[in-house]
């Protein structure tokens, strides 16, 4: 009897992660079903799945699901992220805006007018609700699976500073008219309820809420480097019939077709040249800055450019087999994949929520029992949750692997192994400048670091 080990690869668009832990989670639960070797990467919100024939697309994005997240197809994705992105630019700028004034009169104490604490108050209450609802959404979504996420900090730590300032003013001397807020560089213990944090809580939420657009906007304009290579290869192509030459769409070009190309426009795919002779520009595909002369039985690669003369190509490669998808599945895989660094920043997301709350608690616990008062204490442990908001570990390792490969692919740099980027020492660069010799010939090409230091150059 003989097992079936065949492997499949499933790749998932996966949306509702908020910071790297998030990834982790979904990487851990799907690594514990059978035959599963799940990556699940933050930046680029892919799950790429190797498993078993057995095991199939629905049951991967149903697994994801029960962890409190979504998942779809590639295909099926709906996501518009220029409308995402705009919504969250949206968000920020009208944060930014209420975020301004309240800051300002918190800390300069001579803008503080007669009720300037209650004017704070309606503008931070929008901030503070709507402004942060995405990190109030997360954590809820979050808390019904028993998970803890950076978003929980964020909304612990705004929601607490939040509160205490709602209770001094409805029931403290703060909401007193004439009260004044003292701007100082030192720790004055002041009554419990004549503190405001106002300013903290909108300051983080504004805060956090720019990284995460400036985030979301490298992710975008990295993923543009990927499209952009894929928009090389022309939408149209001229096919050539018994009835004479059609224009149709690219997709209804199949293998053994034959095709015409005019002087000006670029090679719909890779093929063999059956008639005509010319010079084909391949500096966008191989780095050639010299146009190549061709002519019939020569092979062409989609997405060059016929400068001059009329070729008639019958394709040899069409869709996802040209070399120019290749490519572009290459840089997509080294963006989807994950270096060293990034899963040690994994890692450590995945235990440092719990930590932080914890020592929190225990910084609250400590303040009170040594009598400093309620105010200090809470103060104390509210910067604890602020000033670990952001881990920029788990945020922006993911961010920077991703931008540097997309900018990469721009510059004619392809990265195939992000391992290259914990190791850039022991990667030996290698170069081509004539076709044939690699997925996209002229590139400069980083293959996986060698098992030994390469040999000194004299």
Not at 127 to 149: C, D, S
Not at 206 to 231: H, N, P, Q, W
Not at 301 to 308: F, L, M, P, Q, Y
Request: charged fraction near 15%; hydrophobic fraction near 45%; glycine fraction near 8%.
């Amino acid at each position: 009897m003989t097992l079936d080990v065949a492997v499949q690869t499933i790749e998932l668009d996966v949306q509702g992660m908020t910071c790297a832990s998030c990834a982790t989670r979904i990487e851990k639960k799907l690594n514990r079903l059978e035959g599963v070797n799940a990556t699940v990467n933050y930046a680029t919100e892919k799950a790429t799945v190797h498993a078993g024939k057995g095991t199939s697309a629905q049951t991967l994005i149903e697994t994801i699901e029960k962890t409190g997240y979504h998942a779809t197809l590639p295909s099926d994705s709906q996501r518009d992220p220029d409308q995402e992105l705009r919504q969250l630019r949206r968000r920020l700028m009208i944060c930014a805006v209420l975020s301004l004034p309240v800051i300002m009169i918190s800390m300069v104490p001579a803008w503080q007018f007669p009720w300037w604490q209650w004017v704070s108050f309606a503008l931070a209450c929008v901030v503070v609700t709507w402004g942060a609802w995405p990190f109030h959404r997360a954590t809820l979504l979050n808390l019904q699976h028993g998970n803890a996420t950076m978003d929980t900090l964020i909304s612990i730590g705004t929601l607490a500073a939040f509160g205490w300032s709602a209770y001094a003013l409805l029931f403290g001397a703060a909401g007193e008219i004439g009260f004044t807020h003292p701007f100082e560089f030192r720790l004055v213990r002041h009554a419990p309820t004549a503190n405001l944090y106002l300013e903290a809580a909108v300051g983080i939420t504004t805060f956090i809420l720019l990284g995460r657009y400036l985030e979301a906007r490298a992710k975008r304009r990295s993923g543009a480097a990927v499209r952009a290579l894929l928009d090389l290869a022309p939408s149209e192509v001229t096919l050539l019939t018994a009835d004479g030459e059609t224009v149709v769409d690219i997709s209804q070009l199949h293998v053994g077709d034959r095709f015409v190309v005019r002087p000006g426009e670029r090679v719909a795919t890779d093929g063999v040249i059956v008639s005509g002779h010319s010079a084909l520009d391949t500096s966008t595909v191989t780095g050639e800055s010299v146009p190549v002369e061709v002519g019939p039985g020569d092979a062409v690669v989609g997405a060059t450019v016929n400068t001059n003369g009329r070729l008639v190509v019958e394709a040899a490669r069409v869709g996802a087999d040209t070399q120019l998808a290749q490519v572009v599945r290459m840089v997509e895989a080294a963006q989807s994949g994950k270096a060293a660094v990034q899963r040690l920043a994994d890692r450590v997301s995945a235990v440092f929520v719990p930590i932080v709350i914890a020592l929190a608690v225990a910084t609250l616990g400590f303040w009170l029992g040594q009598g400093s008062g309620m105010s200090f204490a809470f103060t104390s442990a509210v910067a604890v949750l602020i000033i670990a908001c952001p881990c920029a570990l788990g945020l922006a390792t993911p961010t920077a692997l991703l931008v540097g490969t997309g900018r990469g692919a721009q510059l004619g740099i392809l990265i195939s192994v992000r391992r290259c980027w914990s190791r850039p020492g022991t990667s030996t660069p290698s170069s081509w400048t004539r076709p044939g010799l690699s997925p996209r010939p002229g590139w400069l090409w980083f293959p996986s670091p060698p098992a030994q230091e390469p040999p000194q150059r004299r």
